[in-house]
């Protein structure tokens, strides 16, 4: 097992861990639909697909 020969201050200690939180997701609200999502992701509205407010596919189904 790892034994650390010097000790670590806690500067360098807080510097590591301050990476460990996520930061929440960034939502857009698309103007054409009004529909809430994710920047830079396609979403479906009303069965089509959109993305960056125009529709991309017509009558969309996810298939998973």
């Known amino acids: 097992m790892a034994h650390p020969k010097r000790r670590h201050s806690t500067t360098r200690r807080d510097t590591r861990r ?3 939180f996520g930061t929440p997701k960034q939502l857009a609200v698309d103007g054409q639909t009004g529909e809430t999502h994710l ?3 396609a979403h479906v509205h ?3 697909l ?3 407010g125009k529709m991309i596919v017509e009558g969309y ?3 998973a």
Do not use: L, P
């Open 50 to 52: 959109f993305y960056k």
């Open 18 to 20: 301050a990476h460990d």
């Open 61 to 63: 189904s996810s298939k």
């Open 46 to 48: 009303e069965g089509n």
């Open 39 to 41: 920047y830079h992701r």
